[in-house]
């Protein structure tokens, strides 16, 4: 039987924290889990991403011709490196960074180890706190700047605040089931 890892995915330096718990199959590549975790903190995929790991630095190796000197040649490679060719133990953690102009970093923690439940698609996201961040927010600081903004109709930037995020857009919400059908979309389910 298959086997699948816990993790718990962090946005750091969020109060209340931001957080999701998700499955995965334990063969996922990183480019797998940045699939994953697009989906369950609810980014859009509009930016590089890099996991950072025992010291290892994972991510796209870029051959594009424009972007040389940005040490993509120093990564390891996510379309072949394997969550488990570095984390092995529980309680384990690795740092996830998306968008390096917003530079939104997680931590993620390897919670366990077990056997796959045949009645479950995996990935499958178990739970979670808060809504994400919209995209291009500029950063955690200038995103809590936004909400504080939100409390005040008075506020000079209310509206243009207001029309940016998006009248439905409430950060308090989180829906692990609009997740999971998401997830289900990915290639990377078993």
């Known amino acids: 039987m298959e086997a699948i890892l816990q993790l718990l995915i962090i946005l750091d330096s969020t109060e209340p924290p931001i957080w999701r718990r998700v499955q995965v199959p334990a063969k996922i590549n990183f480019r797998e889990l940045h699939e994953v975790l697009q989906v369950a903190m609810g980014w ?4 590089l991403y890099e996991f950072n790991c025992e010291g290892y630095r994972i991510g796209e190796i870029l051959n594009e011709p424009e972007l040389e000197g940005f040490g993509s040649n120093e990564l390891l490679d996510a379309d072949t490196t394997l969550i488990t060719d570095l984390i092995q133990e529980n309680s384990e953690h ?3 960074t998306y968008d390096f102009g917003d530079f939104w970093e997680h931590t993620v923690v390897m919670e366990k180890s077990m056997p796959a439940d045949p009645a479950v698609f995996y990935p499958y996201c178990l739970g979670g706190e808060m809504s994400c961040p919209p995209e291009d927010s500029g950063g955690i600081r200038n995103y809590y700047d936004y909400l504080e903004i939100l409390k005040d109709r008075k506020h000079p930037e209310y509206n243009e605040s207001r029309i940016w ?3 439905a857009f409430d950060p308090l919400k989180f829906e692990p089931d609009k997740v999971n ?3 289900r979309q990915l290639k990377t389910g078993m």
Do not use: A, D, K, P
């Open 44 to 47: 859009e995929n509009l930016h």
């Open 181 to 183: 059908r998401r997830l």
């Open 165 to 167: 995020v998006g009248r």
């Open 94 to 96: 690795f740092h996830y």
